[in-house]
């Protein structure tokens, strides 16, 4: 973007490095390197497939890092930075500035300074990539494949509320007549816009979960991962997946869909043995985030789903979303 570019950069991005830290600005950022293990994760968000083109910026660039930070939530990791790779069709110095606001709010609670990046013209629509660097020592990772039988399911937060307000701005047809679809849409848009990544609970959980992730694609497809990666099987109760009053109070069946086949949730979904109840519900007091116990791991493979009387619930709602499906 020749002169544009570096103007944009400087305008929006240039924030100085927290001390012990080279950021923006020279061909490389240096981050210091701590012993243990770099927790590294990448999203690519696309306009039109992970974005609306009229979302509030800041609330894009909050999400932009937040899916990111949430991936080291689910970890057990500390962020250590992130570099921002952007795509854009025209330089909109409203839409940097409400985008760097949204970005760096969420950056500073978590001290995750903004290292680098890239910015190049983009074709038809905006792309944001950000890659995120955290540290955690390689045996306290929250992996996926460590559930074991008897292990109790827990999530954090509610479910559903995501895929509700996601519906309802796309003009679905899935609701009630009558409903009162902006007061819907009222109480569910901010999980969808704003989600909070769960860092101080999986940062608690080290030690205490077994197996973790946050949930981007759907509880059932997601846990999903934790079974094949576990070489275990699991028994969900649907009605104690735990919603928020405005999806609670759904016809059933749009409030189980919500619930356990939603995407853009960002709650973590972990597993810890029966004997470490106690120790999962101080981690999450001590984080602030409530969280549920929603079934347990089994010996035998595949994914049972029961309703709140044992009853097997079949078949099980579609899965989670799939961008080639
Ligand atoms: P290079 O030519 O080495 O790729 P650039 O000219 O693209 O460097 O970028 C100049 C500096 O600005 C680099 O330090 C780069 O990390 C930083 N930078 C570029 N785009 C962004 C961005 N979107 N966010 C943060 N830093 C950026
Ligand atoms: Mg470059």
């Known amino acids: 973007m020749a002169d544009g570019e570096f103007d944009l950069i400087r305008r929006h991005f240039s924030r100085p490095a927290p001390p012990g830290v080279l950021g923006v600005g020279d061909d ?22 992970h974005f609306f083109s009229d979302v509030d910026p800041a609330a894009l660039g909050h ?14 990791a500390q962020p250590a930075g992130f570099v921002l790779g952007l795509a854009l069709p025209r330089i909109d110095h409203d839409f940097l500035a409400g985008f760097a606001r949204g970005m760096y709010a969420l950056a500073d609670r978590h001290a995750c300074p903004l290292i680098g990046g890239d910015t190049t013209r983009g074709q038809d629509g905006i792309v944001i990539s950000i890659t995120i660097f955290g540290t955690v020592a390689p045996d306290d990772a929250l992996r996926r494949d460590g559930a074991r039988p008897d292990d109790d399911i827990w999530v954090s937060g509610c479910l559903g509320d995501a895929d509700i307000a996601l519906r309802l701005l796309l003009g679905e047809d899935a609701f009630p007549p009558g409903a009162d679809r902006s007061a819907l849409l009222a109480a569910t848009r ?18 205490v979960a077994c197996a973790a992730l946050d949930i981007s694609d759907g509880l059932l497809q997601d846990l999903g991962h934790v079974l094949t990666a576990s070489g275990v099987g699991a028994r969900v109760d649907a009605d104690a997946v735990p919603v928020s009053p405005a999806v609670a109070a759904l016809p059933v069946p749009l409030r189980r869909l919500a619930a356990l086949s939603g995407g853009d949730v960002y ?10 109840r106690a120790r999962v519900i101080a981690a999450a007091a001590a984080a602030g985030v409530p969280v549920t116990r929603i079934g347990q791991i089994t ?16 078949p099980l709602p579609h899965g989670g979303y799939d961008h080639f499906a």
Do not use: H
């Not at 901010?190 to 030690?207: C, D, K, V």
């Not at 709650?267 to 470490?276: K, M, N, R, W, Y």
């Not at 010996?299 to 079949?314: E, F, K, Q, Y």
């Open 299 to 314: 010996a035998a493979p595949g994914l049972r789903l029961v309703d709140a009387s044992g009853d097997p619930i079949d």
């Open 267 to 276: 709650e973590l979904c972990f597993t810890a043995a029966p004997g470490s």
């Open 63 to 76: 999400k932009s890092l937040a899916v990111n930070l949430s991936d080291l939530a689910a970890m057990g």
């Open 28 to 49: 490389c950022a240096l981050l210091p390197t701590q012993p243990g293990a770099m927790a590294i994760s990448t999203d690519l968000l696309v306009e039109g497939r």
């Open 190 to 207: 901010r999980a969808l816009e704003w989600p909070e990544p769960r860092l101080a609970l999986g940062q608690g959980l080290r030690g």
